[in-house]
Structure formats: structure tokens, C-alpha cells
């Protein structure tokens, strides 16, 4: 369980949460949504300290975040880590090694397993994102999507219980998406808590149990995909998902013979003879 309480982040004087508590349940998958800007990355990080936070509080597990600097509580830090896991939305993939080596760095250098134990389980995890015939390709010789699922592999390396991911889809094509789906819906499965941020309305619609929209900091509303998607409760979501435009076009106009239907949308544009 992700227990996140009146949490408050400002940039410069400038606020980016604003008291926001919600909770993440094990095995629950999450979507983020709302403008860019909105807060989500920026939620996302504090989730695992990669981001101090002004006020507020985290609870993952019997660990606690507090607000500063989370240097100072190293340990602590470093224990919720282990159990939330983090996917980066450039992947930050280690250039100088292999799809096999990405996996077992941390295995072997954070968990002290030995070379045997990490390259087993660096094998299992590759096998287990489809790409067990790509264990010995460098960063540069994989696709966008192979390198997303080697960055996934990797997080899932140390055994975490919840795995955060920052716009997973943003550089695959409709195909990788659904591809990225089938996946995350397995460990989904596997009682894994996966929480994301998204611009990708049908990647949320298909994974998440729930959705969280974030405007200007705070969280405007939550529910079930179909609901936040479908019947919104608050006018700016509404405004987000482009339904107020949808509800506020003109119905369209039957265009007159030797005429498109062009100019229905914009009147000063007519058919060529």
C-alpha cells in the first residue's frame, strides 16, 4: 500500500502539488491524467523520493518520506526503492551494456546477488518481456520499444511490489502500444501495483482500474475509466478530454450539390468545379 498524504511541492515560489493524499492498493493500476503541467510527473517522482516535497507525508509499507531533502534519510530512502520501482520515460538504458547487463547491474550491485543468481534472473525477467533472443543487443541496436522493455526488465529486477511509469507510451507507435498493454496487463496478474503517468486515453481506458485527473496541482477527480472518460464530473476534466467541444459543435451541415462538405467547418473554403 502507497499512502500519499496532503502532499505539497512548490518550484521557486511556484506550486506544483497542492495537498493531494490519495492511496494506491496492491495490485491496483493507476492512471495519472490531466494537462501537462498539471503535477503528475512530479507526484510520480515523490513517490520513491526521487523528488523532495514541502509538506505532506508518503507511506509506503512501515517506511515513511517526510518532507526535505531525502539524502538525509538514505536508508529509508533506498528500502522504499526496493519496493517501488521506477520506469523513466527516456529509459536512461547504461550505453556500455548489453540488454542482459542493464538487468543485472542492480541485482548483483544493490542486491549483492552473485554473477550465477543475477544473470539467471536477468534471463527469466528478459524472457519474461519478450526478449530473450535480444540479451546480448546494446542500447543503440534496439528499437524504442525493445529498450522500454529492457528498462521495464530492469526495474522489476529488484522484486518490487509496485512499478511507476513515467508516459510509457510516448514513443511507441499504436502497434507497440497494445504490445506495452499485453505486458503490464500480465504483471498486473502477478499482483503487482502499477501506477503510470499518461497522455493515452486508449492505454488507460484498457490497463487502469482507476484513474486520477490532476489539474493545476490537485486532483479534480477519480474513478473508473469509463466513468472519468465517458461522464466526467468536473467541467475543466470535460474541457481536458475535449468534450466540451464535442458538445458545443454545430451540427453538421448536408452539403449542397456540387459542393463538399468542407465548408461546413470552415465557410470560406468551397469545392473546385
Known sequence: MIEVKDLCKRYDGRTVLDGISACFAPGEVVALVGPSGSGKSTLLRCL???????AGSIRVGDDVLAPGVQRARGAQVSNIRRRVGFVFQQWHLFAHRTALGNVIEAPRYVRGLDAKAATELGRALLEKVGLSHREGAYPSELSGGEQQRVAIARA???????????????????ERVGELVELLSRLREDGLTLVAVTHEMRFARELASRMLVLHGGRILEEGPPAQVLERPRHERTRAFLGLERAVRQEPAVEPEPGRTGVSAVFPAATARE
Not at 520513491?48 to 514541502?54: A, I, K, M, R
Open 48 to 54: 520513491n523520493g526521487l523528488e523532495p516535497f514541502d
Open 156 to 174: 522489476l529486477a529488484m522484486e518490487p511490489e509496485a512499478l511507476l511509469l513515467d508516459e510509457p507510451t510516448s514513443a511507441l507507435d499504436p
